[in-house]
Nanobody
């Protein structure tokens, strides 16, 4: 049984920073299974940042240079550092662990609101 819990969402002004955390319960934890997604009202959920097999990372073009994904194996936690936030970053952010079908786990999300 696996459970993901996000935290760190808040309301901030444009140009500010936030760090989101995703705590993973259970014995399974590997960075290459983890990723961050976001969903704004009326829009589909989209990939923001994730790990590529081998330890590399990938990012949506809209957040490159501003967001950084990282993890702590000992704490079974994945982070998303968000800098230079823009109003268009406003969304619910979700942590995901995708081991492989049919194993696909999501957190309940944390709200990030960026005011202009």
């Amino acid at each position: 049984q696996v459970q993901l819990v996000e935290s760190g969402g808040d309301s901030v002004q444009a140009g500010g920073s936030l760090r989101l955390s995703c705590a993973v319960s259970g014995s399974i934890f590997a960075l290459n299974t983890m990723g961050w997604y976001r969903q704004a009202p009326g829009k589909p959920r989209e990939l923001v940042a994730g790990f590529i097999v081998g330890g590399s990372t990938k990012y949506a073009n809209s957040v490159k240079g501003r967001f950084t994904i990282s993890g702590d194996k000992a704490k079974k936690t994945v982070y998303l550092q968000m800098n230079s936030l823009k109003p268009e970053d406003t969304a619910v952010y979700y942590c995901r662990m995708r081991i492989g079908a049919p194993y696909d786990y999501w957190g309940q999300g944390t709200q990030v609101t960026v005011s202009s």
